[in-house]
């Protein structure tokens, strides 16, 4: 019986994990302020532990190794300037990389569990 409690309790949460997991992605700034960290800090962490490039170009897209499973996603635009044509970024993380970069995040200390929901 408590067994059942227990499943109809985590019910909830393994349904939102698995639409998380299943989700096209979202701007990294977006997620910072979802799991209640600012964009500037998250985006600082996320360098300084590798995640994503920290200088020139292609600063703030990720790391191969991290699009290359599948945390990320990055969109690549020309954009007209006064200096003439130049690319510009945009990376989402995928659900996938929700769920990983949560976890990381939990790790690290970087977030905290704030209790059981009812």
């Known amino acids: 019986m408590q067994l059942e409690n227990q499943l109809a309790i985590a019910a909830p949460k393994v349904e939102f ?4 997991g299943e989700a096209s992605g979202i701007l990294i700034g977006n997620f910072a302020k979802v799991v209640g960290i600012g ?3 998250l985006f600082a ?7 994503l490039i920290a200088s020139g170009f ?16 990055v969109k690549e635009t020309a954009v007209n300037t006064n200096h003439g ?10 659900g ?10 939990l ?5 905290k569990v704030t209790g059981e929901a009812a």
């Not at 994990?17 to 998380?20: E, I, S, T």
């Not at 292609?58 to 996603?73: I, K």
């Not at 044509?85 to 995928?94: E, L, R, V, Y």
Request: aromatic residues 10%; hydrophobic residues 35%.
């Open 39 to 41: 964009p500037n800090k």
């Open 58 to 73: 292609r600063r703030n897209v990720p790391m191969q190794e991290y699009m290359d499973r599948g945390y990320f996603t």
């Open 17 to 20: 994990a698995d639409r998380v």
């Open 107 to 111: 790790d690290n200390g970087m977030l």
């Open 85 to 94: 044509i130049q690319i510009s970024f945009t990376t989402k993380i995928t």
């Open 45 to 51: 962490w996320m360098r300084d532990h590798k995640i």
């Open 96 to 105: 996938r990389g929700q769920q990983w970069l949560t976890r990381k995040l």
